[in-house]
């Protein structure tokens, strides 16, 4: 086994960026049925939890020895050996001793050199969980040994407190980032189907009668449950526009006019009756997709437009018997 250098493989702002780049890959990646119809805000909390990154923390004192054996060692460096070619390997008979420290967090920390750093950082294999610091030596030396493992240690820990630095200020800006790229993908779908343009209620003015509305929808938001989510296309619920509210009131408020203009007329009809003279009036001018008739009854008195079994306009006809009545009900 021979060891490597750590946090030598790459720059760890370069992985960073690299993950927000697979962040946003991922998000691109999901059908536009299932961006619509997931719960955002729990969208967002799977994302920031699955890329949110956990800095190694190593575990000194539950250390052990994972493997010690005989090999041959090269001595060729050493100064205070005789020996006449050193430009190739001399070897002699010693011993390898590999320490495993445990630890827990991301492993690819390990590899990328963090915005801090030596020109000597520490040496060592990562193995699942554990860090495995290798020795050789030829002679039996303990505390230099010890005194290695400390050092070794130490500077790994060094340089995890830098990684824990770039890594802190990248989960720190996860939250926002993620909203971010999910909200935009969500807008874009929503703009790739004419939502705000084209989808409406089922509701069109007669002939002759100008048009001056749409009608936005408002996006439906079930339960997240990953990977899960309703397979059905996305449905927006219909939504009236103000400004065909208005004119609906406009409508109806004339007629209340015309009432009150021949009261010899509709002086002798009752709440229900009246409002049949609203509904006609309504319906001479709009009509619905379906059926002839856009507005219909609900009840004794309501005036309903309903969409899909949604209601989107609800009216009620009440006689008015002034101010303190109206309250008390």
């Not at 993950?19 to 890959?25: E, I, N």
């Not at 899960?228 to 103000?242: D, R, T």
Request: net charge negative.
């Amino acid at each position: 086994m021979k060891p490597s250098l750590l946090f030598s493989q790459g720059e760890l702002a370069e992985f960073l960026e690299q993950r927000k780049s697979s962040l946003k890959k991922e998000v691109e990646n999901y059908d536009a049925d299932y961006i619509l119809n997931v719960s955002e805000e729990d969208f967002c909390q799977y994302l920031i939890s699955k890329y949110t990154l956990l800095t190694p923390l190593i575990y000194k004192d539950k250390s052990y020895i994972y493997e010690h054996k005989e090999v041959d060692v090269d001595v060729s460096n050493d100064p205070m050996r005789v020996i006449f070619d050193r430009s190739r390997p001399f070897y002699i008979k010693g011993v390898q001793i590999v320490i495993a420290v445990p630890f827990e967090g991301d492993t690819e920390l390990f590899y990328y050199r963090p915005s801090t750093f030596t020109f000597n950082p520490p040496a060592g294999k990562i193995v699942g969980q554990e860090i495995h610091l290798i020795y050789e030596m030829t002679k039996h030396d303990e505390e230099k040994l010890k005194k290695n493992f400390n050092y070794d240690l130490s500077e790994i820990e060094k340089y995890l407190g830098w990684v824990k630095q770039n890594v802190e200020s990248f989960n720190n800006s996860l939250n926002t980032y993620v909203k971010q790229i999910v909200h935009e993908r969500k807008n874009k779908l929503l703009n790739d189907l004419n939502l705000v343009n084209f989808l409406g209620i089922p509701i069109k003015r007669r002939t002759g009668v100008p048009t001056t509305y749409s009608i936005p929808f408002i996006q439906k938001k079930p339960k997240f449950e990953p990977p899960q989510v309703s397979k059905e296309p996305f449905k927006p619920e219909p939504v009236l526009s103000i400004e065909e509210y208005e004119n609906i009131l406009e409508m109806i408020y004339n007629m209340s006019l015309v009432m009150e203009r021949s009261p010899r007329t509709f002086s002798k009809l009752n709440e229900e009756e009246i409002r049949d003279h609203f509904l006609m009036v309504l319906n001479a001018n709009y009509e619905g997709q379906a059926t002839g008739e856009t507005f219909n009854y609900g009840g004794k008195t309501d005036i309903l437009i309903r969409v899909n079994n949604k209601n989107v306009f609800i009216a009620e006809c009440k006689f008015w018997r002034g101010e303190k009545n109206l309250l008390k009900q």
